[in-house]
């Protein structure tokens, strides 16, 4: 099945699913020596991000955020592709800065924790596997 939403930042990625109901801050909420989720009380506290297909509704929190994914892509600690129902700019710019695939618009209540997806931030579109 095909999802088709909007671009946000080029590539494809495949991989597979982490998905989150709530927002992601990645300032403060992701460290990114290691990828994973430190925000307490957040549904994914403790996972790591680190080459899976982050789902979550929108980012949350400071611009720094932005360079936080930056930092991870440096670190190899990055998610492989990135699937929001509404990227914001933080996430947006984070994601093309750091060459993470991206889309937006998606239905992202269809995408079950741990489904292969497929990326296509040039087609703005995410295959469910």
Do not use: C
Not at 63 to 72: A, D
Not at 76 to 83: L, S, Y
Not at 92 to 111: L, M, T, Y
Request: net charge negative; charged share 25%.
């Amino acid at each position: 099945m095909i999802l088709k939403g909007q671009k946000v930042s080029a590539g494809k990625a495949e991989g597979e699913a982490l998905v989150s109901t709530e927002g992601i801050s990645f300032y403060g909420g992701v460290e990114p020596e290691i990828g994973k989720i430190v925000e307490q009380g957040h549904p994914l506290e403790g996972k790591s991000v680190s080459g899976k297909i982050l789902v979550f509704p929108e980012g949350k929190g400071s611009t720094v955020g932005s360079y936080t994914l930056y930092q991870m892509k440096k670190f190899g600690t990055a998610p492989a592709a990135i699937v929001n129902k509404q990227a914001e700019t933080i996430v947006a710019v984070g994601a093309i800065i750091s060459e993470i695939p991206a889309v937006h618009k998606i239905d992202i209540e269809r995408i079950e924790n741990g489904t292969m997806l497929r990326v296509d931030g040039d087609k703005g579109e995410v295959e469910i596997k």
